[in-house]
């Protein structure tokens, strides 16, 4: 029979017994006075042990140390949106909103030493949006626009290096990203926009040629101030089609919308939204130096093309490469999103209080398993979710050409599950507050709606997860086959539940293999529907794998025990909810005993009373400014 308590407690009973007299106490939940951290552990044994304090800096530390200068890129952004400027503003129509989008947009910019070491550093990119999305959904969205999309895709210009971008780096002029067509969101390959070259006059000619090929959802209105686009196209010299290029576009200046373009707001999106449009063009001519080239291709003097790319498609491919930090950036607001929310949560669980079992008691939403536990899982999920954040930037910040694949396709996964799972906290966190939570003013209402739309921005999740399901399958190492089990193995044993992850992830592998090879012969896509299940499946367990290790290593850098053991209870937790949902696979697998399986409830019972205590320090260590937490009026008692 697998023992209930991991090893590691039993480790710390000789050093810290005070902590181990906790873990056996029942407690009671208490508002802090200063409704700050919000709990206070009253011990029910005759001595009243204190409870074990955990070095919350060492994790907020740890959570933050991002890269080299992690720490400091990070207190900039939480510096900045702690100003009052990012608080709640209530009674504004849509455009008054867009406005104020684009007035924090020029708020965060003063932040920026230069913008653009800004645009080609992943991580400081990433940490904008981990910090903003929380607090303006809308603001992140034109910032991630401002400095990746447009800043990054010019600075990327390999022949046009010295190009001005005064304009720009100021913010006297926005910039846009214009890729996405109507007819062509996900197939934006296939796009029908065309910049035909006008040899005469050395000129490009930008035309829509039907309504299909309007570009569709960026921010291309009047608001926030003239404008101008880095606008996807396909080139075309000698009516020939040479592959889809980026060509930068004056849409607008101070008196409107410049001559040939026009621009059609959308009806307002869920979320927080933007100045949203369709763009058209009509016969737009911009000069030569418009035209943004790299290796992957070179117009010459002549109207011939240079390119070390060999097809048009993978040339598209290389100059729209930004949509990968793109993806980095989405994963980034869902890791602000689901903490921050769980911030809020957790601090009103402590503060509301319903009438408890016995007559003319009061006790706080924490003190219920029902309550609280869903929140101890989502605060487990979110601390994975940031280190495998963490590990995909470092990852794509530090690869070769050889691994490229590998590490864009790590960051695709990375951002689909991340994505995902933020919605999923969101939605949790607002139900956790009731009718409070439904109010925008107490800060959680909109955060579902925004990651919607960080789920289908730069790739859908569906989609960019099918492309890196039908990779894996011949081109990612199969698992090695996990060692069975004894049975005698602690069920929160890490090893143990990481190799049953294993196991899932080559059972799913192999299946996708089967199923591939089972479709018809010579239909490319009824292969790919007979094995999609399986591939999704596939992506899905490596993905939670790679959160596991990353959190697992995570752990494995703290040097106070305390802190260590409620942090490996934490990993437990991530990874038995993982193992519990899977857990028909892996007993048929016999990645797990009966044994093992009959007594997943029973050990996830004992965790969570371990850390249910703990569950306001953790969330605390989040560090979400207190300038926005207690502004929120259902947290400051209003």
Not at 399 to 417: C, F, S
Not at 584 to 595: K, N, P, R, S, V
């Amino acid at each position: 029979m697998p023992k209930p308590l991991p090893t590691h407690i039993d480790r710390f009973m000789s050093i810290n017994a005070a902590y181990w007299q906790f873990l056996k106490c029942s407690w009671s939940l208490l508002v802090d006075p200063r409704n700050t951290v919000g709990i206070s552990i009253i011990m029910t044994t005759e001595t009243r042990t204190p409870h074990p304090v955990l070095d919350q800096g060492a994790i907020t530390s740890l959570l933050f140390s991002d890269g080299a200068d992690g720490t400091e890129v990070h207190a900039r952004w939480r510096t900045a949106v702690s100003d009052a400027l990012f608080r709640y503003r209530p009674g504004l129509g849509s455009q008054q909103r867009w406005q104020l989008a684009y007035e924090r947009l020029r708020a965060l910019n003063k932040h920026v030493p230069s913008p653009e070491d800004l645009a080609n550093d992943p991580r400081a990119l990433a940490a904008l949006h981990e910090w903003t999305c929380p607090v303006d959904g809308a603001t992140v969205t034109v910032a991630g626009i401002h400095y990746n999309l447009f800043l990054g895709s010019v600075v990327d210009d390999e022949v046009s290096p010295t190009r001005d971008l005064t304009d720009f780096a100021t913010m006297s002029r926005l910039g846009t990203f214009l890729c996405t067509e109507r007819g062509h969101g996900n197939d934006v390959p296939a796009l029908e926009t065309v910049a035909r070259y006008d040899r005469e006059r050395d000129e490009f000619v930008l035309q829509t040629p039907h309504p299909g090929a309007r570009k569709f959802m960026p921010n291309t209105s009047s608001a926030g101030g003239p404008k101008t686009a880095v606008v996807a196209a396909r080139l075309i010299v000698d009516d020939k089609f040479l592959g889809s290029f980026l060509f930068l576009t004056p849409l607008s200046d101070e008196f409107g919308t410049l001559p040939g373009i026009t621009v059609t707001l959308l009806p307002e999106r869920v979320g927080t939204s933007v100045d949203h449009c369709a763009t058209n063009f009509d016969n737009v001519r911009l000069p030569r130096t418009a035209l943004i080239q790299g290796a992957h291709g070179q117009l010459l003097p002549d109207g011939t093309l240079a390119s070390s790319v060999g097809s048009p498609r993978k040339r598209f491919i290389h100059a729209i490469s930004r949509v990968t930090a793109g993806k980095l950036c989405m994963s980034g607001s869902g890791l602000g999103v689901a903490r921050t929310a769980l911030a809020i949560a957790v601090r009103y669980s402590y503060t509301r209080h319903i009438s408890g079992p016995v007559a003319g008691q009061r006790v706080p939403l924490a003190a219920h398993r029902t309550h609280h536990t869903r929140l101890l899982d989502h605060t487990a999920t979110a601390y994975a979710m940031t280190f495998l954040h963490r590990a995909a930037t470092e990852r794509w910040v530090t690869h070769t050409p050889e691994d490229r694949d590998d590490a864009e396709r790590l960051v695709a996964v990375t951002k689909g599950w991340v994505t995902w799972r933020a919605r999923e906290i969101a939605t949790e966190a607002r139900e956790r507050c009731g009718a409070r939570g439904l109010f925008v003013e107490n800060g959680l209402a909109a955060m579902a709606g925004d990651m919607d739309g960080a789920i289908t921005a730069e790739g859908d999740n569906v989609a960019i997860w099918c492309k890196a399901g039908a990779e894996m399958i011949f081109g990612h190492e199969l698992a090695p086959e996990p060692v069975r089990p004894t049975g005698d193995e602690p069920l929160t044993d890490p090893g143990l539940l990481r190799r049953a992850l294993t196991t899932a992830e080559r059972y799913w592998h192999q299946a996708a293999r089967r199923d591939l090879r089972r479709g018809g012969g010579g239909d490319a896509l009824g292969r790919w529907n007979n094995a999609s299940d399986a591939a999704l499946n596939l992506v899905e367990a490596y993905a939670v794998g790679q959160a596991a290790d990353a959190l697992l290593a995570a752990c494995a850098r703290v040097s106070d025990p305390i802190t260590r053991a409620v942090l490996e209870d934490l990993s437990a937790l991530f990874l038995l909810r993982q193992i519990d949902a899977r857990s028909g696979l892996l007993l048929a697998e016999q990645a797990l005993t009966i044994d093992q399986v009959r007594a997943l409830p029973e050990t996830l019972h004992a965790l969570t009373t371990r850390l249910a205590p703990h569950l306001g320090s953790l969330t605390e260590a989040f560090d979400v400014p207190e300038e926005h937490l207690s502004s929120l009026p259902m947290l400051n008692g209003a």
